[in-house]
């Protein structure tokens, strides 16, 4: 079993920043991907960027301009630097962690982006 835990989230003016982290624990050797992904109001789960333990990234269209992915192995921790924020990016945002079979979900912490 793997356990993910976020943590980061809250309320924030829109043009500001917020990082997320996520904290991986449990059967971590098996883990090689770990990613977020964001869910807004009322639409589904969307990609917004991965990243493999040797350092490979991968982004959804238009998510690198302003969101910055990195990771520390040591730390079995996944981050999102999340710039210049704005009202649409309102929304909960999971950890993934796909291994052969199953993906791996965080429960999620939510974003806001409010004046």
């Known amino acids: 079993q793997v356990q993910l835990m976020e943590s980061g989230g809250g309320l924030v003016q829109p043009g500001g920043s917020l990082r997320l982290s996520c904290a991986a624990s449990?059967?971590?050797?098996?883990?090689?991907?770990m990613g977020w992904y964001r869910q807004a109001p009322g639409k589904q789960r969307d990609l917004v960027a991965t990243?493999?333990?040797?350092?490979?990234?991968n982004y959804a269209d238009g998510m690198k301009e302003r969101f910055t992915i990195s990771r520390d192995n040591a730390k079995n921790t996944v981050y999102l630097q999340m710039n210049n924020l704005k009202p649409e990016d309102t929304a909960v945002y999971y950890c993934?962690?796909?291994?052969?079979?199953?993906?791996?979900w965080g429960r999620g912490t939510l974003v806001t982006v409010s004046s």
């Open positions: 449990g059967r971590i050797f098996s883990i090689d991907t």
């Open positions: 993934i962690a796909p291994i052969i079979g199953r993906n791996y």
């Open positions: 990243m493999t333990r040797a350092g490979t990234t």
